[in-house]
């Protein structure tokens, strides 16, 4: 099985500071033909560099707005950091103009 990424670039500045949404695409194997959606490149609110986000749900408790994450690493918590650099790489690529997307 394959994963490559998909860049897609937030030309409507809404919300503000969202700068793509990105997918991972898969090939081959038990996943062909699918894709994972929800991850988003954002730039930082204090001007120093982007950030990655992964697909999460919200939830109310009391009023107060709570999210948790759809995908968590079993083990290893660099696998999520792992991940987001492939992200945010492929988005930088896409950014300077290269249209390959990065595989995972």
Same mark, same amino acid.
């Not at 996943?31 to 120093?48: E, M, S």
């Not at 707005?65 to 492929?90: F, G, M, N, P």
């Given at each position: 099985?394959? =994963?490559?990424?998909?860049?897609?670039?937030?030309? $409507?500045?809404?919300? =503000?500071?969202? @700068?793509?949404?990105?997918?991972?695409?898969?090939?081959?194997?038990?996943?062909? &033909?699918?894709?994972?959606? &929800?991850?988003?490149?954002?730039?930082?609110k204090d001007?120093?560099?982007?950030?990655? +986000?992964?697909?999460? $749900?919200?939830? +109310?408790?009391? &009023?107060?707005?709570?999210?948790?994450?759809?995908?968590?690493?079993?083990?290893?918590?660099?696998?999520?950091? $792992?991940?987001?650099?492939?992200? @945010?790489?492929?988005? @930088?690529?896409?950014?300077?103009?290269?249209?390959? &997307?990065? +595989?995972?």
């Amino acid at each position: 099985m394959h =994963a490559y990424v998909k860049v897609v670039p937030n030309d $409507r500045s809404v919300p =503000a500071g969202k @700068l793509a949404d990105v997918e991972l695409h898969f090939a081959g194997g038990e996943l062909d &033909g699918l894709k994972l959606i &929800g991850f988003a490149v954002w730039a930082r609110k204090d001007g120093g560099g982007k950030n990655v +986000t992964f697909p999460a $749900r919200q939830f +109310t408790v009391h &009023g107060e707005r709570r999210h948790y994450s759809l995908l968590r690493s079993v083990e290893d918590v660099q696998a999520e950091k $792992r991940l987001k650099d492939v992200l @945010l790489q492929a988005f @930088l690529a896409h950014e300077a103009g290269s249209a390959e &997307g990065a +595989t995972v």
